[in-house]
């Protein structure tokens, strides 16, 4: 394949989507994993901001509980750039269009997701809003 065949068989507007959607299950994923213990979720969110150590003795959360909800926070982003990335290969194979368009969506998503350049801190005031 030349070179000039590979750059027309590439479509901005569908890089364009995918990121769009990349962004979408990122953040999905990981407003999900905050579900992965409830318990502690509610203890923090009814400590008035006084988290002590009786606090979570009295509610039997002990630091593994606190371990696995760092964790999951934060590698389910990860998790969910992952899956829309199959999800797009798969779809993008099916329909036959260009699979590096699914790749270079993936790269610079990653890469926006990394170094925290895809706005959430301002959206997320947006979507949590009807959540609480």
Known sequence: ??????????????VLMHVIAFWFFIYSFQTLSYLHNTKLIDTVRNSNGELT???????????????????????????????????????????????VNALIALTATFFLYRFNLLGWRYLKQFFWYFGQ
């Open 53 to 99: 150590n009786r606090i979570f003795v009295n509610n039997r959360i002990v630091a593994s509980d606190l371990t696995d909800f760092f964790l999951w926070k934060g590698i389910s982003g990860f998790i969910g750039l992952f899956v829309a990335f199959i999800i797009s290969l798969t779809i993008s194979i099916r329909r036959q269009w260009f699979w």
């Open 1 to 14: 394949m030349t070179l000039k065949n590979f750059i027309m068989k590439l479509n901005w507007r569908q």
